[in-house]
């Protein structure tokens, strides 16, 4: 699913529901909008349609969005917690602190709606006439492997639900994080804004989408996301690793088995490493300027200052498509709307520490359009 060539069949999908928040905000022109939810909703119904959309097409999946944010959120918090049974397994059956019977609840959601879409996806592979279905989605897949009798990895039901839960939470919470961070940022700083409508103007042009054959070609809004990870990774500590052997590092001794949390937050803020480095400077990652070889460390690469996304084997999968969903957002969200904060405010920088690091007080924007041929919102 994570592949660019997967990436690129489900285009459409995400095009749409891009143009479908676009149109969202031409309705709410001159009122506050919460860019947090908004990209959240955008994020989750693209996820919906590549993961599980396809086996629910001409269902009502019928999911509540304010409950749904809410309940990844929840299950987001619980994982980054502090939990005693695992200082103390023996406890582990008391589900002293609640967070079993709480990420239980969670769980008998997601499953409602997974165990719809598996079991219509099962019956039609079972069919002795098997129906066409417009296209693929990524539970086809997985349900192809776990039908698959002579796979040397067969997957299991639980498996696959596994997976459909991890692809929500990793896309869904941490994509949105990043798009509101961004436009905190741009917003915080007019001349960011106006240079990437300028850029805007000259790739994609007046009076057309943003299509994503344009994103590549959007260097200065790249350096803008890029800045944005390294000032505020998504995720912090990055996901839990533990050592297969004991080393040695910065003179500390490291037994093998522990857990082990990288402090990207803090290394990618280092002033040692980084010129001005609390100050949001999208030219660092503009042509050679700056470190130019800085990248999202795909394999190969060697420059462990800047890790927003991980590194090795472990790297995060989902690179391609969180970058073309933010990228294409992004764009959209600058190219066909002017925007300013609600008066009486300022855009505040507090985070809100978890497993995922969250604006404390979300961000509020006012859009106004900047294209007089409404067809450009509309369609």
Known sequence: MSSNTKIDIMYGVRRGE???????????????????????????????????GASLEGDDVAIDIGQFKKAVEDLVLINGKFNISDVFPVLKWF?????????????????????????????????PVPKAF??????????????????????????????????????????????????AEILNKPVVLNKIQEELKQVVGLNNNVEDSHLSKLTYLNA?????????????????RKSSQSAIVGGYTIPKGATIFLNVWSMQRDPNVWNNSLEFL???????????????????HQNFNYLPFGSGRRICAGISLGEKMVMHLLASFMH??????????????????????????????????RFSDIDIYLH
Not at 97 to 120: L, P, Y
């Open 95 to 127: 589900d002293i602190q609640g967070m079993a019977r709480e990420s239980t609840k969670i769980f008998q959601m997601f499953e409602a709606v997974f165990d719809k879409a598996i079991t219509k996806r099962k019956n039609t592979l079972n069919d």
């Open 336 to 369: 066909c709307f002017d925007w300013k904060l609600p008066v009486g405010t300022k855009v505040e920088f507090l985070d809100k520490f978890g497993l995922v690091l969250k604006k404390q007080t979300p961000l509020a924007a006012i859009p106004t359009p």
């Open 224 to 240: 803008v996301l890029k800045e944005t990870l390294r000032l505020h990774p998504p995720v912090p500590f990055l996901v839990p």
């Open 134 to 183: 417009t296209r693929k989605d990524f539970l086809q897949y997985l349900m192809e492997l776990h039908e698959d009798q002579t796979s040397e990895t067969p997957i299991t039901i639980t498996e696959i639900k596994a997976l459909l839960t991890d692809t929500f939470l990793a896309a869904t919470d941490t994509t949105t994080t990043t798009v509101e961070w961004a436009m």
């Open 18 to 52: 891009v143009r479908k928040s676009i149109r969202y905000l031409f309705q709410n022109i001159n009122t506050p909008v919460d860019i947090g939810r908004l990209a959240f909703q955008t994020t989750m119904d693209t996820v919906i349609n590549m993961t599980i």
């Open 282 to 300: 999208p030219e660092r990652f503009c042509g050679d300027k700056i470190q130019g070889d800085i990248d999202y460390n795909f394999s190969g």
